[in-house]
Structures are given as structure tokens and as C-alpha cells.
């Protein structure tokens, strides 16, 4: 069973930054997918970024190319998303997402994902 625990979270102007993590226990973080998934209130959970289990390919949605980056550090079973210049329309709970197989490849649906965490609350004020 692997567990996921998001952090950094929090309250920030538009045009601020914030750095989530997500801490993996219980399983073979270096072979797994990643990914970032929100959901803002009354909307569907949508896909934020991912990244292969070596940080050789990565993919955003298209409203946070250039804002957003997802890195991960393997020896501390942590992926980050960097996010700077943030928008209110980026305020929504933030989830990251682990996929134990396919390791070489990134996935964008939420069902492709196995293990989430319980989500960090982003807020950004206008």
C-alpha cells in the first residue's frame, strides 16, 4: 500500500509562488509515475502535470506551461510542483497522484493513477 502526503499549501497574492511536495511511503517511489491533480469548487478533478519515474518526460496542462514545474527527488520518495506566478484561477485542493506501473511513460486521466493523497488547499487572492 503506498501513501501520499501533499504539503505547502497555502493563502498567496496573484503573481506569488508556492512549492507543494508530496512525500511517498510504502512502496517503489523511483518506479513510479507522478502527477499533479486540483479541483476547485464545483468543477472536476482536472490534471495539473506528470512525470516519469526518472524525470525524463514531463507534461502540463497547457494554463501552466511556463508557471508550473514538477521535479522529483528519488532518494526522498518526493515529488514537488513549483508554482510562480499564480492566478485565482489556479485556487483549488491540489493532489498528487502515484501510477505503480508504466514507468517510462506520464499520464494525464485521474483513473490512470492508483494511490492519491488527501489533497493540500491552494488559495490564490486577487
Known amino acids: 500500500q503506498v501513501q501520499l502526503v501533499e504539503s505547502g499549501g497555502g493563502l498567496v497574492q496573484a503573481g506569488g509562488s508556492l512549492r507543494l511536495s508530496c512525500a511517498a511511503s510504502g512502496g517503489t517511489f523511483s518506479s513510479y509515475v507522478m502527477g499533479w491533480f486540483r479541483q476547485a469548487p464545483g468543477k472536476e478533478r482536472e490534471f495539473v502535470c506528470a512525470?516519469?519515474?526518472?524525470?525524463?518526460?514531463?507534461y502540463y496542462e497547457d494554463s501552466v506551461k511556463g508557471r508550473f514545474t514538477i521535479s522529483r527527488d528519488n532518494a526522498k520518495n518526493t515529488v514537488y510542483l513549483q508554482m510562480n506566478n499564480l492566478k485565482p484561477e489556479d485556487t483549488a485542493v491540489y493532489y498528487c497522484a502515484c501510477r505503480v506501473d508504466a514507468p517510462t511513460a506520464v499520464f494525464m486521466r485521474p483513473r490512470d493513477y492508483d494511490y492519491w493523497g488527501q489533497g493540500t488547499q491552494v488559495t490564490v487572492s486577487s
Open positions: 512525470i516519469n519515474w526518472n524525470a525524463a518526460r514531463t
